[in-house]
């Protein structure tokens, strides 16, 4: 191999190595040439890393195998185009900071990439960079923006192209913590982006209208930083801006965890273990998962808050985990569950149930909002189409589209639906109470007759961060959960397929021969 096809292959394989230097290396053939291309790739990745910024979620352009299999950074980013409060409470060190810091580049310079689906700006904006101390300040999200404020400015996310000038230091009692600094916008004028403390107080967030309010960590509840959040909340009525909260949940349920919990519109929570974070040595994690105090652990490594009475479920995700290709025997029973979401999102969930052992497998869940029922007909049959499908007592009611019931629309596009409702008792339908099946799935879960497939992930979101209020259940981000409660509470009506059931209420339009 020589040297211009050894460059090649080296820079093919490299994961930050962009499509479009690949269609200029195959035009290419002179040792010169290559030189040119490699030295502004050179460039770009030390001082115009946003252009080569593909987030997870994006693997279908990187073909990396070792790739998140939940695209949550992208799933932040699309979040911000309706919502004007997003918070991605996630595990430390899988890459929050480095989802947050990108986006807050974008805004600043108006440089958004062809897959950009989020929020935009067309004209230039004042930018909040929010830190706990000027410490944390300028080692993090001042260093992930512009890398440094001498020899290395312009080697963080905003190109150096783009920062005018030199950024405005403070008397902090130690060098280098930026102020505030220029950058230029695509539209020609110069957008601001000033860097505040939580140290601060509350006072020193009020004033000018800001367009993005980018928090990295949460500020304390106490006199001096409790109104941090709520101050610059205020100030982005007159702007219809955006505020992101990238964090690790170490202070437990805070105001602003819970205001996130409670939901709402315009409200967007998103989280990520380091299970979804394929970057991290395998080993290490598991040296720092041991390193770390027990009651620490699930924050640090999931993202879960530091909570006692309020959450739900507490049995470790470890427990209940098992890998994707755990066998699954013909005479398992099978069954799945939906949740319609009318106005939230709609789930599925598949069980297969070893009688034997009695243990419950939760092999599969799909969840999207915004689609109708034909759509998720079809989520529903991707896989094993023959199952039958346990649903809550509102598919009794009628689409207001087409004056249907909502159950026969799915039964109409060919779903296997049970002849009724859930139900504990096959007498009592309508609406369920929800603590005995909580219950039964509590017991489950701390006995081992429960376990979950770890490609689950939606379901795991939702069971790390269901939890009570005041003591009721918070109804919120519960979908694929209560998707797998449907299945579980009517686990009696399994079906195997290739055995005859005697069962009288078999599924409508479902038989049990081949």
Same mark, same amino acid.
């Given at each position: 191999?020589?040297?211009?096809?050894?460059?090649?292959?080296?820079?093919?394989?490299?994961?930050?190595?962009?499509? %479009?230097?690949?269609?200029?290396?195959?035009?290419?053939?002179?040792?010169?040439?290559?030189?040119?291309?490699?030295?502004?790739? +050179?460039?770009?990745?030390?001082?115009?890393?946003?252009?080569?910024?593909?987030?997870?979620?994006?693997?279908?352009?990187?073909?990396?195998?070792?790739?998140?299999?939940?695209?949550?950074? +992208?799933?932040?980013?699309?979040?911000?185009?309706?919502?004007?409060?997003?918070?991605?409470?996630? $595990?430390?060190?899988?890459?929050?900071? $480095?989802?947050?810091? *990108? %986006?807050?580049?974008?805004?600043?310079?108006?440089?958004? *990439?062809?897959?950009? !689906?989020?929020?935009?700006?067309?004209?230039?904006?004042? $930018?909040?960079?929010?830190?706990?101390?000027?410490?944390?300040?300028?080692?993090?999200?001042?260093?992930?923006?512009?890398?440094?404020?001498?020899?290395?400015?312009?080697?963080?996310?905003?190109?150096?192209?783009?920062?005018?000038? /030199?950024?405005?230091?403070?008397?902090?009692?130690?060098?280098?913590?930026?102020?505030?600094?220029?950058?230029?916008?695509?539209?020609?004028?110069?957008?601001?982006?000033?860097?505040?403390?939580?140290?601060?107080?509350?006072?020193?967030?009020?004033?000018?209208?800001?367009?993005?309010?980018?928090? #990295?960590?949460?500020?304390?509840?106490?006199?001096?930083?409790?109104?941090?959040?709520? %101050? $610059?909340?205020?100030?982005?009525?007159?702007?219809?801006?955006?505020?992101?909260?990238?964090? +690790?949940?170490?202070?437990?349920?805070?105001?602003?965890?819970?205001?996130?919990?409670?939901?709402?519109?315009?409200?967007?929570?998103?989280?990520?273990?380091?299970?979804?974070?394929?970057?991290?040595?395998?080993?290490?994690?598991?040296?720092?998962?041991?390193?770390?105090?027990?009651?620490?652990?699930?924050?640090?490594?999931?993202?879960?808050?530091?909570?006692?009475?309020?959450?739900?479920?507490?049995?470790?995700?470890?427990?209940? /985990?098992?890998?994707?290709?755990?066998?699954?025997?013909?005479?398992?029973?099978?069954?799945?569950?939906?949740?319609?979401?009318?106005?939230?999102?709609?789930?599925?969930? #598949?069980?297969?149930?070893?009688?034997?052992?009695?243990?419950?497998?939760?092999?599969?869940?799909?969840?999207?909002?915004?689609?109708?029922?034909?759509?998720?007909?079809?989520?529903?049959?991707?896989?094993?189409?023959?199952? *039958?499908?346990?649903?809550?007592?509102?598919?009794?009611?009628?689409?207001?589209?087409?004056?249907?019931?909502?159950?026969?629309?799915?039964?109409?596009?060919?779903?296997?639906?049970?002849?009724?409702?859930?139900?504990?008792?096959?007498?009592?339908?309508?609406?369920?109470?929800?603590?005995?099946?909580?219950?039964?799935?509590? !017991?489950?879960?701390?006995?081992?007759?429960?376990?979950?497939?770890?490609?689950?992930?939606?379901?795991?979101?939702?069971?790390?961060?269901?939890?009570?209020?005041?003591?009721?259940?918070?109804?919120?981000?519960?979908?694929?959960?209560?998707?797998?409660?449907?299945?579980?509470?009517?686990?009696?009506?399994?079906?195997?397929?290739?055995?005859?059931?005697?069962?009288?209420?078999?599924?409508?339009?479902?038989?049990?021969?081949?």
């Amino acid at each position: 191999m020589n040297s211009l096809e050894y460059l090649r292959d080296l820079h093919f394989k490299s994961e930050w190595f962009p499509q %479009e230097f690949k269609d200029h290396l195959s035009a290419y053939s002179s040792k010169k040439d290559l030189k040119l291309i490699l030295d502004e790739l +050179t460039y770009r990745k030390r001082y115009d890393k946003l252009s080569l910024y593909h987030p997870y979620g994006l693997e279908e352009t990187l073909r990396i195998p070792d790739w998140s299999k939940k695209p949550w950074q +992208t799933d932040f980013h699309k979040a911000g185009y309706d919502n004007q409060e997003r918070m991605q409470m996630a $595990a430390n060190r899988v890459g929050k900071t $480095a989802s947050n810091c *990108p %986006e807050t580049a974008m805004h600043l310079t108006g440089l958004y *990439p062809d897959w950009w !689906e989020g929020r935009r700006f067309d004209k230039p904006i004042l $930018a909040w960079v929010g830190s706990p101390t000027n410490e944390s300040s300028r080692d993090i999200m001042q260093t992930g923006l512009l890398g440094g404020v001498d020899i290395e400015l312009g080697t963080g996310w905003i190109p150096k192209e783009c920062i005018y000038g /030199k950024p405005s230091t403070k008397q902090a009692g130690m060098s280098g913590v930026v102020d505030a600094v220029k950058v230029r916008h695509v539209s020609g004028g110069l957008s601001t982006c000033q860097f505040k403390t939580y140290e601060q107080g509350w006072r020193k967030w009020q004033g000018t209208a800001p367009h993005v309010v980018s928090i #990295d960590e949460e500020p304390e509840d106490n006199e001096v930083q409790g109104r941090i959040y709520t %101050e $610059a909340l205020t100030r982005l009525l007159t702007s219809h801006g955006i505020m992101m909260v990238t964090f +690790t949940p170490l202070l437990g349920v805070t105001k602003l965890v819970d205001h996130y919990q409670q939901g709402g519109d315009g409200i967007w929570l998103g989280t990520a273990t380091w299970d979804d974070a394929p970057h991290l040595d395998k080993k290490e994690v598991h040296r720092m998962i041991m390193s770390y105090p027990e009651h620490e652990r699930e924050a640090r490594t999931k993202g879960v808050p530091m909570m006692g009475e309020g959450r739900v479920f507490t049995t470790p995700e470890e427990d209940i /985990k098992v890998p994707d290709n755990t066998e699954i025997p013909a005479h398992w029973g099978r069954l799945k569950g939906i949740d319609f979401g009318i106005s939230h999102p709609a789930a599925v969930c #598949d069980i297969a149930w070893d009688r034997d052992k009695d243990v419950i497998y939760i092999t599969r869940v799909w969840k999207k909002a915004g689609q109708d029922s034909e759509v998720h007909a079809q989520a529903i049959n991707e896989v094993n189409p023959w199952v *039958p499908v346990a649903w809550p007592h509102d598919g009794g009611n009628r689409d207001k589209a087409n004056g249907i019931k909502l159950k026969e629309n799915y039964v109409k596009h060919g779903v296997k639906m049970l002849s009724m409702s859930a139900r504990y008792d096959r007498d009592k339908g309508g609406g369920q109470p929800v603590e005995p099946i909580i219950m039964e799935m509590q !017991e489950r879960l701390r006995t081992g007759g429960l376990k979950v497939f770890a490609r689950c992930t939606d379901w795991f979101d939702e069971y790390r961060n269901y939890h009570r209020k005041d003591g009721q259940l918070t109804k919120l981000r519960d979908d694929a959960l209560k998707a797998s409660m449907y299945a579980i509470m009517m686990k009696r009506f399994c079906a195997t397929r290739g055995f005859t059931s005697r069962k009288k209420n078999i599924p409508q339009g479902f038989t049990t021969r081949i």
